[in-house]
């Protein structure tokens, strides 16, 4: 079974430019998420689809990233326009089930914002 | 106080050695408990699974919930360098919260 497919796997941009990630799930999986992972903290979510909707979006910064989720499968996130702060990995996750707990991360995106 | 409080690390013993790794939380409505372990420069993995309060074994691994304590840990038996990696505990009540994960590193 394929896992989650994330691209690209690192990107460095100034502070002010846009960049964006791209998640494909593991087939069949309903629930999509994008997890910040800051360098030495726990994963902290972004933002949650079910199918084609969004569940959870409550910690996204939604002056500078925006996501979706097309035909409920891949999932594209973008950053617009960069701080230094939004220097971390992102992570894509996809889950059977959207209630348990139970994700399959992909290996994740670092971004390097100078 | 955080949700989830787990103790960063790092923390180093010999290969052989019992680890014990440790969260404690604060929220009563988290129902799903689990270990996610994640290797340098890759994603986070599932490592146990528990929903109520016991234990739950699968291996060298041994994970523990105690609900009226809010505390839940998982054990390392025989530890191999392989298990050197960051672990995460991970609790779900309507909402995935990470802890900030614990570095381990088993030397040989």
């Known amino acids: 079974e394929a896992g989650v497919a994330q691209s690209p796997r690192y990107k460095i941009i100034e502070k002010r430019q846009s960049v964006a990630f791209w998640c494909n799930p593991i087939s069949g999986h309903a629930t999509l998420y994008w997890y910040q992972q800051i360098l030495g903290q726990g994963p902290k979510l972004l933002i949650q689809?079910?199918?084609?909707?969004?569940?959870?979006d409550s910690q996204l910064p939604k002056d500078r990233f925006s996501a979706e989720r097309l035909k409920g499968v891949d999932s594209t996130l973008k950053i617009q326009p960069a701080k230094l702060e939004d220097s971390a990995v992102y992570l894509c996750a996809s889950s059977p089930k959207g209630d348990t707990g139970e994700l399959f991360f992909g290996e994740g995106s670092r971004l390097t914002v100078l | 106080q955080k949700e989830v409080e787990q103790d960063p690390g790092p923390l180093s013993v010999p290969e052989g050695a019992i680890v014990s790794l440790n969260c404690t939380y604060s929220?009563?409505?988290?129902?799903?408990f689990m270990w996610y372990r994640q290797y340098s420069r890759k994603g986070p993995e599932l490592l146990m699974y528990?929903?109520?309060?016991g234990n739950k074994e699968d291996g060298r691994f041994t994970a523990q919930v105690d609900k009226s304590s809010k505390y839940i840990s998982l054990f390392i038996r025989d530890s191999q360098p392989s298990d050197s990696a960051t672990y995460l505990c991970a609790m779900e009540g309507g909402k995935l919260i990470f802890g900030q994960g614990t570095e381990l590193s088993v030397k040989p």
């Open positions: 929220n009563s409505a988290f129902q799903y």
């Open positions: 689809f079910q199918n084609n909707g969004v569940v959870d």
């Open positions: 528990t929903y109520s309060s």
